[in-house]
């Protein structure tokens, strides 16, 4: 059974820094493809960026191209979020992602229905 676990969460002024944190259990990072969400109220989830372990690929949201960085701890079967320079509009549930059963990592990101396992989320508020 897969489960993924999130932690880092928290609230943060704008222009600061966090760094989220997914375990994973049941899940080989064999399997190509992980990645995180985030949803606001009222809005839709958002893509925020994949990884392919295998070759490391990334693929970023437009949003947060080069404040958010994705990366993995194979050995560990954990997964990161670094978020900095961050914004208001950045607060929302953050959700931990993976496996998309073959379809390609980096165009997963555009579609929460690619991915087969979610984690429960954890909370990021950016306050102005």
């Known amino acids: 059974q897969v489960q993924l676990v999130e932690s880092g969460g928290g609230s943060v002024q704008a222009g600061g820094s966090l760094r989220l944190s997914c375990a994973a259990s049941?899940?080989?990072?064999?399997?190509?493809?992980v990645g995180w969400f985030r949803q606001a109220p009222g809005k839709e989830r958002e893509g925020v960026a994949s990884?392919?372990?295998?070759?490391?690929?990334?693929t970023y949201g437009d949003s947060v191209t080069g404040r958010f960085t994705i990366s993995h701890d194979s050995a560990n079967q954990i997964v990161y979020l670094q978020m900095n320079s961050l914004q208001a509009e950045d607060s929302g549930m953050y959700y931990c992602?993976?496996?998309?059963?073959?379809?390609?990592?980096?165009?997963?990101?555009?579609?929460?229905?690619?991915?087969?396992?979610w984690g429960q989320g954890t909370q990021v508020n950016v306050s102005s």
């Open positions: 990884l392919r372990t295998v070759g490391t690929t990334t």
């Open positions: 049941g899940y080989r990072f064999t399997r190509p493809c």
């Open positions: 992602v993976a496996g998309t059963e073959g379809y390609p990592c980096h165009l997963a990101i555009r579609s929460a229905r690619r991915f087969t396992y």
